[in-house]
């Protein structure tokens, strides 16, 4: 496990140079998409060229709009140039490649992201996990990745079953299904943090006594901070499997371009080769 865990964090570090295949991503928008932002009236003209899928009715015309969380690796992160990388980037930008689009990534709050789809962006990919909740105001593409809540605990920590977080203070993602776990266990303290890395800090500084955060990004801080924290399966929390998807306007028919363009990545290969790029394969 532990070797997995290094392989991880050795990926995360060598992504970088990944994201030598993407198109620009964020930084030249500002906060603003109000200049285009009628497009809906009119059939983007220009875009045949691009086939079907370019036609569909974003932002920003021919281009789809992505905004993710790059605080979560290693799914999103900021690569060394500064710029969000990461498993979903890589994806994203693989589908905005089949659909004939070109994708450009902004950077914000998990805890936004929904409220901005179909205003500030397109999409969302930020390892999202389908909820009831969020359906009410987004649709979601075919899962691409299933997940489970992890604990972060300290090494010495004797916490180990559901019943050991009652009573505790617990450390979150605001506005993430760990916030939502964590709120219903009896008893707990719950902290919310902007950034995940930033309850995994105050793991190790004794403000809080768990931090309940995705499978995958609970193994990176497992490994990034070794020998400080670890990081406890949600199985023996009973913790429910959850399934990350795509989010898009409710009625979208970018759902059906999407979804058909994670089919092709599936079945060529893509979709494998990004998995062992960038989660490693267990
Ligand atoms: N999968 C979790 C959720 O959807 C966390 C996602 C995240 O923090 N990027 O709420």
Redesign the pocket.
Known sequence: MKKVMAMLLATVLCVATFTACGSEETGSKGTGTAPESTVSESTQAGSEAEGDAASVETITAGVLTVGT?AA?PP?EYIGDDGEPAGFDIALIKAIGEKMGMEVKVQDME?GSLVAAIGNKIDVAI????ITEERKESVDFSDSYYE?VQYVIVLPDSDIATAADLENKSIGV?L????EIIAEDITGANVQSYDK?VDAVSDLINGRVQAVII?KNPAEVFASKFEGKVVALDGAQFAFEP?Q?AIALPKGSPLAEKVNAALAELKADGTFDALVQEYIVAE
């Open positions: 969380n979560f799914f998990f930020a390892g999202m996990t997940a993602q506005g993430t299904t760990g995940a995705d959850e990350y």
